[in-house]
């Protein structure tokens, strides 16, 4: 994205002062429904409920502000807000399949993301077939007849496999399928799905577009058709929309998303390569270390990389993980992302080590690199290893 498009919108796009009393911050409209002077106002309301305020679950001026900014920031024509990006995922993904259809979504989706599809879907004649996305051509493989819909998380917020999203939304095209990306890792200003030929873009607003773990909301981007479809059915029914004031925080957050994600993606390059020569790391997966087996697409497809990472140690059991964890000081243990503290999470805490099925390995542990100063998270890292 042109760095001025990117200022303009993140500073004013959508932002009528002349409606709000010339505040130079747009007021938060903390209301539920709005009235109208006459019946033939009201009429042309109602038909119109999506772009004109009448009650709060279907339109909010405070919401709409926030709506244009995240349209513009993924390049897509409409956009909507959601109280959670797993919201926003499964709004996106009902609105395009109905019973007896078929979906094919990268392996290792975000958890709530795979609970969907293989929980709830089922239940209403939705099958779902799980692919290594690694390689674009397993969803041509993948594809039959009753196949509606792709499900893409490029790169995945764990071990951070991508997907070619240019390819595999040539595939989609070729066959009348609609993909669907979570790119909440990235944020827009690191990959625009949109760009590579991809029709709905999710994101977890709680993570990059927030950035200051007090709200938890969700992003869905697209054509307007795509979108109005969605807003018409699962939008007003599920009816998972964020609260006015919650839109307002995201829309400060926002001022600073540029800022934000880069300092923090250039934070996690040092953190990341200090971890990569340390003797006590295992593997490192953060996709722009030239060791990571996708180095290349990952060059290719993003522009940065952002602070999410993992590696694996080298420890003797599972104790020496929980020395190394209860031993920093800089890091939080917790789960989520994207906000300004940095964070630790390791699989130990979810994963059995002595069960041989689990796909995670409990020496797993993810970093998110956020604002605090590199030096003094890697100097805490490097005392923490000490004890492994
Ligand atoms: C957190 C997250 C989600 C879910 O978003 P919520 O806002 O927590 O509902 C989806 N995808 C990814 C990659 C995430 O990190």
Same mark, same amino acid.
């Given at each position: 994205?042109?760095?001025?498009?990117?200022?303009?919108?993140?500073?004013?796009?959508?932002?009528?002062?002349?409606?709000?009393?010339?505040?130079?911050?747009?007021?938060?409209?903390?209301? =539920?429904?709005?009235? #109208?002077?006459?019946?033939?106002? &009201?009429?042309?309301?109602?038909?119109?409920?999506?772009?004109?305020?009448?009650?709060?679950?279907?339109?909010?001026?405070?919401?709409?502000?926030?709506?244009?900014?995240?349209? @513009?920031?993924?390049?897509?024509?409409?956009?909507?807000?959601?109280?959670? =990006?797993?919201?926003?995922?499964?709004?996106?993904?009902?609105?395009?399949?109905?019973?007896?259809?078929?979906?094919?979504?990268?392996?290792?989706?975000?958890?709530?993301?795979?609970?969907?599809?293989? @929980?709830?879907?089922?239940?209403?004649?939705?099958?779902?077939?799980?692919?290594?996305?690694?390689? @674009?051509?397993?969803?041509?493989?993948?594809?039959?007849?009753?196949?509606?819909?792709?499900?893409?998380?490029?790169?995945?917020?764990?071990?951070?496999?991508?997907?070619?999203?240019?390819?595999?939304?040539?595939?989609?095209?070729?066959?009348?399928?609609?993909?669907?990306?979570?790119?909440?890792?990235?944020?827009?200003?690191?990959?625009?799905?949109?760009?590579?030929?991809?029709?709905?873009?999710?994101?977890?607003?709680?993570?990059?577009?927030?950035?200051?773990?007090?709200?938890?909301?969700?992003?869905?981007?697209?054509?307007?058709?795509?979108?109005?479809?969605?807003?018409?059915?699962?939008?007003?029914?599920?009816?998972?929309?964020?609260?006015?004031?919650?839109?307002?925080?995201?829309?400060?957050?926002?001022?600073?998303?540029?800022?934000?994600?880069?300092?923090?993606?250039?934070?996690?390059?040092?953190?990341?390569?200090? &971890?990569?020569?340390?003797?006590?790391?295992?593997?490192?997966?953060?996709?722009?270390?030239?060791?990571?087996?996708?180095?290349?697409?990952?060059?290719?497809?993003?522009?940065?990389?952002?602070?999410?990472?993992?590696?694996?140690?080298?420890?003797?059991?599972?104790?020496?993980?929980?020395?190394?964890?209860?031993?920093?000081?800089?890091?939080?243990?917790?789960?989520?992302? =994207?906000?300004?503290?940095?964070?630790?999470?390791?699989?130990?805490?979810?994963?059995?080590?002595?069960?041989?099925?689990?796909?995670?390995?409990?020496? &797993?542990?993810?970093? #998110?690199?956020?604002?605090?100063?590199?030096?003094?998270?890697?100097?805490?890292?490097?005392?923490?290893?000490?004890?492994?």
């Amino acid at each position: 994205m042109d760095a001025d498009d990117l200022s303009f919108i993140l500073n004013h796009l959508g932002e009528d002062r002349e409606a709000g009393f010339r505040a130079v911050v747009p007021p938060v409209v903390q209301s =539920g429904n709005f009235a #109208y002077p006459t019946v033939a106002a &009201l009429r042309q309301a109602m038909h119109n409920e999506f772009d004109l305020p009448v009650y709060t679950r279907g339109a909010n001026p405070t919401v709409a502000v926030v709506r244009r900014k995240l349209a @513009a920031l993924e390049h897509a024509e409409d956009a909507l807000l959601f109280s959670s =990006g797993s919201a926003a995922i499964t709004a996106g993904i009902m609105a395009f399949v109905r019973a007896g259809d078929h979906v094919v979504s990268v392996r290792k989706p975000y958890s709530w993301t795979h609970k969907l599809l293989t @929980a709830l879907l089922p239940r209403y004649g939705v099958e779902c077939t799980f692919v290594d996305g690694s390689d @674009a051509a397993n969803f041509r493989d993948a594809t039959t007849p009753r196949t509606r819909l792709f499900v893409l998380e490029s790169p995945n917020s764990l071990t951070f496999e991508l997907q070619d999203l240019r390819a595999v939304a040539g595939i989609a095209r070729e066959h009348g399928i609609i993909t669907l990306c979570d790119n909440s890792y990235s944020s827009p200003v690191f990959q625009n799905p949109i760009d590579l030929g991809i029709d709905l873009v999710a994101h977890s607003g709680t993570k990059y577009l927030n950035g200051h773990s007090d709200v938890v909301c969700g992003v869905l981007a697209g054509s307007a058709a795509n979108i109005r479809q969605v807003m018409e059915r699962e939008f007003m029914t599920l009816g998972a929309v964020p609260s006015p004031h919650d839109a307002w925080l995201l829309m400060r957050g926002l001022r600073t998303l540029e800022l934000r994600t880069n300092r923090s993606a250039d934070s996690a390059e040092r953190v990341a390569r200090f &971890l990569e020569a340390h003797p006590k790391v295992r593997q490192v997966n953060w996709p722009f270390l030239e060791s990571f087996p996708q180095y290349g697409l990952a060059k290719r497809q993003m522009r940065r990389c952002g602070g999410l990472m993992s590696f694996r140690l080298h420890a003797a059991d599972i104790a020496a993980v929980e020395r190394f964890c209860n031993s920093l000081q800089r890091f939080l243990m917790a789960v989520s992302w =994207g906000g300004h503290e940095s964070l630790l999470f390791p699989t130990a805490a979810v994963v059995d080590p002595d069960a041989q099925t689990s796909e995670l390995p409990w020496d &797993l542990v993810r970093l #998110y690199v956020g604002l605090e100063d590199p030096e003094t998270l890697i100097q805490d890292l490097d005392q923490a290893l000490a004890r492994v």
